[in-house]
C-alpha cells in the first residue's frame, strides 16, 4: 500500500482526493491536514466519507508527513514551494495541485503569482503533471506539477491541432466557463448563491494566472511560441468546465479523424462522435475530458468543445492519474468511476 498524506484536506480538492483515495485498491490515506480544524474527524466535516476515512485532521506539524510515500499538496499557491524541498530529502515524492512549480520561468512566475519563488532550484525538475503530454516524464519524477483547471481542457482540446500544425498557433481563442468550486472552499461575496447564482459573467479578461501556463504548454508541445486570447466566465454550477476553443485552419485535414487517433488509447479523453456537443454533466464526479470537434458551415475556423469536472480531471483525479503513474500502478487505479447524472 501506498502510504499517502493530504496536505490542505478541508478544501475542495482535498475532499476530492479523500473520496477518490478511499476506492484506491492501492493507496492510503495515512495523514491529513488542516491548520484551522485539527483535530475534526475527517467524516465529522464530510459526512460523505463516513465509514470510507477513518482520520482526524491534524496540523502540518503533527502530521507525520515524512512516513508517506507521496504527499499530494491541496493547498492555495505559496505553500508546496516553501516545503516540498525537506520531503523530496525525506524520500517523499510531492504532487503540488497548486501552481507553485508549473511555471519554469520563474520571473514569469512572480510577476503573474505576485510573491518571490521560496525554491527556484526545484522548479527545473518538477514534471508538468499532463500525462497525455507527459506520462514518460511522470512516471520517474520525484515532483509534480499538477496542471490548472483552465489549462486542462484548453491544452487538451487545443493539443491536436498543434501538434499537427494544422492551425494557427498565432491567434488561438479560449473562451472558458467554470462552476464556483473552482474558487475554492471558502466564504467569499462572489461566490454567495445570491451573487453567483442565476446570473454569467467574465473575469480576468486583462490576464488570468493560467494564461502564461496554457501558453507555456502549448509553445513547447508545437515548438514555438502561441498567441492565445484567454477568457475565463463564472457560471452558476458547483462542478465543470466547458471551454470553447477556436483556431484558425492552414491545412486541410479530416479533424474527426485527427482527434480520434490523436487520443487513441487515452483512458481519460473521450472524443465524441461528429456533430457532438459534450456536456459538464457527462463528466461530473469523473477523470474524464470529453471533447468534439467541428468546423462550422466548412470554414476555416475549427471549433473544439472541451469539458472536464473541474475537481477531478481538472484536479484531484488527474493527482491520482499522476500517483499511478509516479509508482507503476495501473493508470486507471481508483479512477473507474461513472459519472454522476443528473
Ligand atoms: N478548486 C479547483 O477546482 C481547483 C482546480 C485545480 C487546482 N486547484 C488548486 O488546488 C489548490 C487547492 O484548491 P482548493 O480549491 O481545494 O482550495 P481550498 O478549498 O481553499 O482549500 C485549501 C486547503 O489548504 C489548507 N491551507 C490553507 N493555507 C494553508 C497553509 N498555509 N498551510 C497548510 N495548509 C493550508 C486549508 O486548510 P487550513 O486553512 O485549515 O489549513 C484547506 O484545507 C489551490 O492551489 C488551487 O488553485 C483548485
Known amino acids: 500500500m501506498i502510504k499517502v498524506g493530504i496536505v490542505g484536506g478541508t478544501g475542495y480538492t482535498g475532499v476530492e482526493l479523500l473520496r477518490l483515495l478511499a476506492g484506491h485498491p492501492r493507496a492510503r490515506v495515512t495523514a491529513v491536514t488542516s491548520r484551522k480544524d485539527a483535530g475534526t474527524r ?12 477513518d482520520l482526524a485532521f491534524s496540523t502540518p506539524d503533527e502530521a507525520r508527513l515524512q512516513d508517506c510515500d507521496l504527499v499530494f499538496f491541496a493547498t492555495p499557491n505559496g505553500i508546496a514551494m516553501r516545503e516540498a524541498a525537506e520531503l523530496l530529502a525525506a524520500g517523499v515524492r510531492v504532487i503540488d495541485l497548486a501552481a507553485d512549480y508549473r ?75 467554470s462552476g464556483v468550486s473552482g474558487a475554492g ?18 473575469y480576468g479578461v486583462a490576464g488570468h494566472r493560467h494564461l502564461p501556463e496554457i501558453r507555456q504548454g502549448l509553445g513547447l508541445a508545437c515548438g514555438a511560441p502561441v498567441g492565445l486570447t484567454f477568457v475565463p466566465h463564472l ?19 479530416d479533424l474527426q479523424q485527427l482527434f480520434e487517433s490523436h487520443y487513441a488509447g487515452e483512458a481519460f479523453v473521450d472524443v465524441l462522435p461528429a456533430g457532438s456537443h459534450p456536456e459538464t454533466r457527462s463528466v461530473r464526479g469523473a477523470n474524464l475530458c470529453r471533447i468534439a470537434v467541428h468546423r462550422p458551415q466548412g470554414g476555416d475556423t475549427v471549433v473544439v468543445l472541451s469539458v472536464i469536472d473541474n475537481l477531478v480531471k481538472g484536479a484531484a483525479g488527474q493527482a491520482v492519474q499522476n500517483m499511478n503513474l509516479m509508482f507503476g500502478l495501473a493508470e486507471n487505479s481508483g479512477l473507474d468511476i461513472v459519472p454522476l447524472l443528473p
Open 42 to 53: 475527517v467524516d465529522a466535516m464530510f459526512p460523505s466519507l463516513r465509514g470510507r476515512v
Open 103 to 177: 511555471i519554469k520561468d520563474v520571473a514569469e512566475w512572480e510577476k503573474w503569482y505576485g510573491m518571490s519563488h521560496a525554491s527556484p532550484a526545484l522548479i527545473e525538475e518538477a514534471v508538468y503533471g499532463l500525462p497525455e503530454l507527459n506520462r514518460d516524464a511522470i512516471r520517474d519524477a520525484r515532483l509534480v506539477a499538477n496542471p490548472g483547471c483552465y489549462p486542462t481542457a484548453v491544452q487538451l482540446g487545443f493539443l491536436p491541432l498543434l501538434q499537427a500544425g494544422v492551425v494557427d498557433a498565432a491567434s488561438l481563442i479560449a473562451d472558458c466557463k
Open 185 to 202: 472552499r471558502k466564504g467569499e461575496i462572489g461566490a454567495l448563491l445570491a451573487e453567483a447564482g442565476d446570473s454569467f459573467k467574465a
Open 235 to 253: 457560471t452558476p454550477m458547483i462542478r465543470g468546465i466547458h471551454a470553447t476553443l477556436y483556431a484558425r485552419l492552414i491545412k486541410g485535414v
